[in-house]
């Protein structure tokens, strides 16, 4: 029984989430890349031309600055998320080939939503408030299996969900509760 969540998020809205730390320490290194490439690696007799040493530069302080702003994305949302921002960024941070990012994006929580009744935090999948037992989607009255308010008859066991039999009602409340 899968609670959803009316909240979409946007790339726009993601991208802002990004911590302003995280937005410096890359603009930062999106400037400080190509000078290293231009002047330290200058000095080596074997080096490129300059307009090669600059592109090189250039698209290294690319990489390295959103994989900065990968990191801060990685911290700030694992907060939001409830898990260990620390543990996560370290890891996104340290396990080489971005292999920390990719699996951050692979095992982390879902959003929490909050209840309609009470407003608690309520985990994705609930079918009831831990707060307050309010149920928190809709069930069939005979099987107790969750239904989509625009269903006409329930998929699990067929009864009719617009005009339901007496003494037994399309219900929002747990089981034992009167509806």
């Not at 930062?28 to 090189?56: N, S």
């Not at 959103?66 to 907060?79: E, P, S, W």
């Not at 939503?113 to 309520?122: L, M």
């Amino acid at each position: 029984m899968q609670v959803k969540s009316d909240k979409r998020t946007k790339f726009v809205d993601e991208i802002r989430f990004i911590p302003q730390w995280a937005k410096i320490v890359a603009a930062l290194v999106f400037l400080g890349i190509p000078i290293v490439f231009t002047v330290v690696v200058g000095h080596d007799p074997k080096a490129p031309p300059f307009w090669a040493r600059l592109c090189m530069g250039m698209v290294c302080g690319i990489f390295l600055s959103l994989y900065t702003m990968l990191i801060g994305y990685v911290n700030r949302d694992a907060g939001r998320r409830g898990m260990n921002r620390v543990v996560w960024t370290l890891l996104a941070m340290f396990v080489p080939n971005a292999l920390g990012i990719i699996l951050f994006f692979l095992l982390r929580q879902p959003l929490a939503s909050s209840c309609s009744h009470c407003g608690a935090q309520v985990q994705s999948g609930y079918g009831y408030c831990p707060k307050c037992g309010k149920s928190l989607s809709l069930h069939c009255a005979r099987c107790q299996h969750a239904v989509s308010a625009d269903d006409i008859y329930c998929p699990f066991c067929g009864t009719s969900l617009r005009n339901p039999a007496p003494g037994s009602p399309l219900t929002s409340a747990p089981p034992g509760e009167g509806v």
